[in-house]
Nanobody
Framework: VQLQASGGGLVQAGGSLKLSCAAS????????FGWLRQAPGKEREFVAG????????YYTDSVKGRFTISRDNAKNTVYLQMNSLKPEDTAVYYC??????????????????WGHGTLVTVSS
């Protein structure tokens, strides 16, 4: 199984980035997906999750109204559109796959699959 995250980079505060996570080696539509991030010196935290059909999305409070998670089951790809970025959004962002979003939110050690991270840096 491979989860290939891309789209990170350097952006000024207030700007936007769109992350992508291309999945292979699994039955994409059987999995929920999530984005998690780890800032320097901090623990990894859940950012957003989407159920296997995309009917329900979840967000941590600090990104609600600014970030949007979506998925394209035909392309085996999950996206994270990030708008109104703030310096505190600076982190390595990871894509994850698990049958349940709740696992990605509450039991990260039990998550089935992880991708390599992509660095997002927001300058002030």
């Amino acid at each position: 199984v491979q989860l290939q995250a891309s789209g990170g980079g350097l952006v000024q505060a207030g700007g936007s980035l769109k992350l992508s996570c291309a999945a292979s080696g699994l039955t994409f539509s059987d999995y929920a997906f999530g984005w998690l991030r780890q800032a320097p010196g901090k623990e990894r935290e859940f950012v957003a999750g989407i159920t296997y059909r995309g009917a329900v999305t979840y967000y941590t409070d600090s990104v609600k109204g600014r970030f949007t998670i979506s998925r394209d089951n035909a392309k085996n790809t999950v996206y994270l559109q990030m708008n109104s970025l703030k310096p505190e959004d600076t982190a390595v962002y990871y894509c994850a796959a698990d049958p349940l979003v709740v696992t990605m939110r509450n039991s990260q050690n039990a998550v089935d699959y992880w991708g390599h991270g992509t660095l997002v840096t927001v300058s002030s």
